[in-house]
Each structure stands twice: as C-alpha cells, then as structure tokens.
C-alpha cells in the first residue's frame, strides 16, 4: 500500500495513487508493456499536474520499483541481474532531480519486466527449466542434445538456440561443465579410480574424461 510522502495530500489522492499502482503491476504481470506505460506516463503527469514535491513522486517510483522487483522474485527472476543497474535502481531514484529523469528509470525498469513476464518468454523460461531439471537428473546417463530435446519434446535447434542465449553457454558445455564439477568432487575420494569417476559422470571413455 502506498503510504504518501505528502502529509497534506488527501486520503482521495492517496487512494488514486494506489490505484494506479495497482493496474500498473497487474499490466505488468500480462506482460503488457504498452498499456503499462501509459498508466506510468498517466500517474507521473498526475503528480506533476499536483505539482507534488519530487520526493513524494520519488516515494511513488521506490514503490513501483519494489513491486516490480516482486513480481519477477515470483517468477524465480533476479531482478538485480535483469534490470539495467538493477543494483543501484533503488538509489538513482532517490537522487533523481527531475520526475523526467524518474520516469526514464521507472520505464526503463517496466520495459525491462514486461519483456521477462510476456507469454513468450514464460514459455522458453519452461523450456530451460525442464531442460536443466533433465539434465541434472540424468547427468550419469548417456545424454546429449538430441536426447534432452526429445524428453522435453522440443526441438533441437531451437532448444540450442535458446539455451545459449539464456545461459551463455552452449547445451553441451553446460552438460561438460556440471559433469566436470561433479567429478572434481568425486576425485577427492582417494578410493575411486579414474575410469570410475568417468563413469560416475556420464563418461565412458578414461581418455577423453582426463582430456576434459
């Protein structure tokens, strides 16, 4: 609940502010960018029609900042790590000068939520988290691209495509990585030989387990 920074503003203006936030965050949980905006560029000229103190519009942006950063927590999102300067977002607020300068931040943060929340992006969100949740499962296993993506029932090309642009890394060099770190765990018990730590890990060949 919004709580006004602006003692002498009245508990109907009050009321409208909350409002607004409100539709902002559930248009922003459709993932609706554009509808999303306009309430944004809607409340903010409100508050300057006022001519309400910028630290009271302030108060209003931490506000928004903070739900947003709730929204994405739901959805298993980091918000410091999607959000341009997402790490000091709450900061820039409090020295904006300008309800300019704190609209630009506050529509860069929507753009931002709107893009991860869309439909879309849900939906290849799924796609990765049950892709990661096989491979973790079965890394033991002999696994590969083609086998992850046909117990996901996705395509192959398109979970590559979508896998390295998620994670940074190809499928296969997450698969690589994750068996090398299990086995580097393994290679600590003194009574595990190497081709069985190999195996332990998914890997058949010694010569190419002590390659990797």
Not at 91 to 105: D, P
Not at 188 to 200: H, R, Y
């Amino acid at each position: 609940i919004f709580v006004p920074y602006n003692k002498n503003q009245s508990i109907q203006e009050a009321s409208i502010t909350n409002k607004y936030i409100d539709k902002i965050i559930e248009s922003l949980e459709t993932g609706n960018c554009r509808d999303t905006l306009t309430l944004l560029h809607e409340l903010l000229e409100r508050q300057r029609a006022l001519k309400q103190p910028i630290e009271h519009i302030k108060n209003i942006g931490l506000q928004i900042c903070s739900l947003c950063s709730k929204l994405l927590t739901n959805h298993n999102i980091s918000f410091s790590k999607v959000v341009e300067n997402g790490e000091s977002v709450y900061k820039e607020i409090l020295q904006s000068r300008s309800i300019n300068h704190l609209s630009e931040i506050l529509k860069n943060i929507v753009k931002t939520v709107s893009v991860y929340l869309s439909p879309a992006e849900r939906q290849n969100s799924n796609i990765i988290d049950r892709a990661l949740e096989y491979i973790n499962n079965n890394y033991k296993e002999n696994i590969s691209l083609q086998s992850v993506a046909d117990n996901i029932h996705v395509n192959s090309s398109y979970l590559s495509r979508l896998f390295r642009k998620k994670n940074g890394e190809t499928l296969v060099e997450y698969i690589t990585r994750m068996r090398m770190e299990k086995a580097m765990e393994l290679l600590k018990n003194a009574n595990l030989q190497i081709f069985e730590v190999a195996a332990l890990v998914g890997i058949d060949d010694p010569a190419y387990f002590s390659h990797l």
